[in-house]
């Protein structure tokens, strides 16, 4: 078994909460008479079925989905495509939907740029020349994510970043059990800036890949738009390397609602540091505006936790076009990991299990998946004795005791072991024993330390710096914990 490392920096929430009651804004409870929230859109990964549930609110809908990628059924969603919902959420964490949206941000043929890689869990690709990047919260389906290949042909859902690339929330295969779910019409779509465009020839490129646009319809877009090098969405056909297309409108930006004081909950990566002078910051291309009623998370705190690139959602409304006044600002990056076998009884009513001795809460935003099936899986699939990989934000409840609010839950093809890893900060150490995530391990003489030693590391836990660790450790009956292999982790 190879160390896994973190992530990025996220939060702790102040009590464990069930899964009734905790909301999409990361802890905000009920109330009795569960009276509405929010009107207007949630824009966001879909983490759950049975309904649909965005943002951690679990939506009533009709069944159907509105798109031209050839999804229009809730059946034919998957875990981790971005929906636009279109409705009114109540403080209970349910709502009713009016209309859901989706639309692929890429399709097409994938080039491998950096594979997979165990250690740091990241990958690196590009579809029709836009780089993509992949990380341990996407969800892979079709193919294992270290079995992607040069001219796998995927759809891709996610977030444009400032400098043009994209971060996956899903990527998805096409394979003969997933044909029917693509558009044949428009086989490839592309997004991104217009540049080069030539009038006299009908073209323009979108970064390296050239586009004709001559018989395209245009839809919210004319050709004047163009000129200005505005983002667009392309789909078409690539006929010797060029895009022909079929259609054109604006880019992803439409998802997100324009109506002044209509309410929105959305996902993002941040695009810009916090702008003192504003009290604003960019992500998704929306300007969110922070006022003295803003409410932060614990983990980021306030304006100063906003770091570019980490994924959070903002609850807000229009104030303006394209801003955004932000009631709750929270963070749904992960902070830890475990890999291993589960180690006590799925508890149903609370939605809870232990993993490596470490108790995963499971919330309405908790995406369950396996590592390459097309399969929906639910609470009661990981019963089976399979390895489970938990990305997850470490949460100390009342007590004072630690433990994982999970994002997202991987069932592995593998059988579980008596070995586990875990990646999160050290609480407590005594003598030999190492207290993370609520797990008390076990120093030996066989303990290998990477880039640390016993002395450094129990400094900096007397320092309160609680030091954050990649630990491998194995079980030798029943919460008796032993570490062969632990060092020391620095954020991404």
């Not at 490392?5 to 905000?28: D, M, Q, Y």
């Not at 034919?76 to 859901?100: F, H, Y």
């Not at 394979?175 to 323009?204: C, H, I, K, Y």
């Amino acid at each position: 078994m190879k160390l896994t490392p973190h992530k990025r920096l996220f939060i702790a929430l102040a009590t464990a909460l069930t899964f009734s009651l905790l909301s999409a804004c990361g802890g905000e409870t009920t109330v009795a008479d569960g009276g509405i929230r929010g009107t207007g859109s949630s824009v966001g990964p879909v983490s759950g079925f049975g309904s649909v549930f965005v943002n951690g609110v679990k939506f009533k809908t009709d069944g159907n989905v509105a798109s031209d990628d050839g999804i229009n059924s809730e059946s034919q969603l998957v875990e981790g495509m971005i929906l636009r919902v279109q409705g009114a959420w109540r403080n209970d964490n349910t709502g009713n939907a009016d209309r859901v949206e989706y639309d692929d941000s890429l399709r097409g043929e994938l080039k491998v740029i950096k594979a997979w890689d165990p250690v740091t869990r990241t990958a690196k690709i590009s579809i029709l020349g836009q780089i993509v990047r992949i990380d341990a919260q996407t969800v892979v389906k079709g193919k294992m994510v270290e079995q992607l290949a040069n001219d796998d042909f995927v759809r891709m859902s996610g977030w444009r970043l400032l400098n043009g690339e994209f971060r996956a929330s899903y990527l998805g295969l096409l394979t003969p059990a997933s044909q029917a779910d693509f558009e044949n019409f428009n086989m490839v779509e592309l997004e991104g800036n217009v540049s080069n465009l030539s009038t006299s020839q009908r073209t323009f490129s979108i970064g390296t890949q050239l586009v004709n646009y001559e018989g395209a319809k245009f839809k919210g877009v004319e050709i004047e738009d163009l000129a200005r090098q505005m983002a667009v969405e392309v789909e078409g056909n690539l006929v010797e390397g060029v895009l022909r297309a079929n259609e054109i409108q604006p880019d992803d930006f439409r998802r997100y609602s324009h109506d002044m004081d209509t309410d929105i909950e959305f996902v993002g990566p941040v695009a810009s540091v916090f702008d003192r002078a504003s009290s604003t910051f960019m992500i998704n291309g929306i300007m969110v505006k922070v006022t003295s009623d803003t409410r932060f998370d614990d983990g980021i705190r306030n304006t100063s936790g906003l770091v570019k690139g980490l994924l959070i959602q903002v609850d807000g409304t229009f104030v303006s076009y394209g801003m955004v006044e932000a009631k709750e600002v929270s963070l749904r990056e992960a902070d830890v990991e475990i890999e291993g076998g589960i180690t006590s009884s799925i508890d149903y009513e609370r939605r809870q299990l232990a993993v490596g001795g470490a108790l995963v809460q499971l919330t309405p935003l908790t995406i369950i998946t396996d590592d390459d099936g097309e399969q929906r899986l639910t609470l009661a699939n990981l019963e089976a004795n399979f390895a489970l990989e938990v990305e997850g934000i470490e949460r100390v409840n009342n007590k004072g005791n630690a433990f994982v609010e999970a994002l997202k839950i991987e069932q592995d093809d593998d059988a579980a072991d008596n070995e586990f890893e875990l990646t999160g900060r050290v609480s407590k150490m005594s003598n030999d024993n190492v207290w993370v995530l609520g797990v008390k391990m076990r120093i030996t003489n066989a303990t290998e330390f990477d880039d640390t030693s016993k002395a450094e590391l129990q400094n900096l836990v007397d320092s309160k710096k609680r030091p954050r660790v990649e630990v491998v450790y194995e079980s030798r009956g029943y919460d008796n914990y032993f570490i062969t292999e632990i060092e020391l982790d620095e954020p991404d």
